[in-house]
């Protein structure tokens, strides 16, 4: 499923609308180019998790938690190309926490097999393509509210 954002703005709603709708536990990678948007997108999405802290990246501290309506677990594995995955970070994925994992192809070998994977493309300055892809029912219906 496709959708495209001409700005920041709605990047952040339709991120917002996103999380909104999470439940307990999902899973979500977000893959794209430097500067794609897959921050900016989270922060739309910790909106509708109702998280009031701001969220920045976390690509230098690799992982940043906040607290809302459910905790969010934001991974940046970008850093960790090569590297041994810290074990703790399964047990965050696979707990009543939402992750949202930036370059999760860094730590493929650990992600669940049921997540929403989203990739971001850059179109043009502020134009944006979203590509959904729901593995597993829940995700699926997941994603149908976005339609
Ligand atoms: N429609 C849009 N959606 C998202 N970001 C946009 C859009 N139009 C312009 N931008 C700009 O693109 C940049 C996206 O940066 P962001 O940090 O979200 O990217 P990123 O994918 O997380 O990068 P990194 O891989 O470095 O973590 C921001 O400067 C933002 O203002
Ligand atoms: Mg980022």
Redesign the pocket.
Known sequence: MEII????????ELGKKLGENLTRGMVLT?N????????????GIAKGLGIEKVVS?P?FTILKQYQGRLNLNHF?A?RLEGQDIDLGFEDLIYSDDVSII??SGFIEEILPEQRLDIA?E?LG????RFNFNPRGQKYLELVEVLI
């Open positions: 954002c001409d700005s920041v703005e709605q990047t952040m977000l794209g180019d430097l500067g794609a948007g897959k921050t900016t997108f989270t922060k990246s690509t940046d970008y930036e370059w971001i850059y300055d502020n134009s944006r």
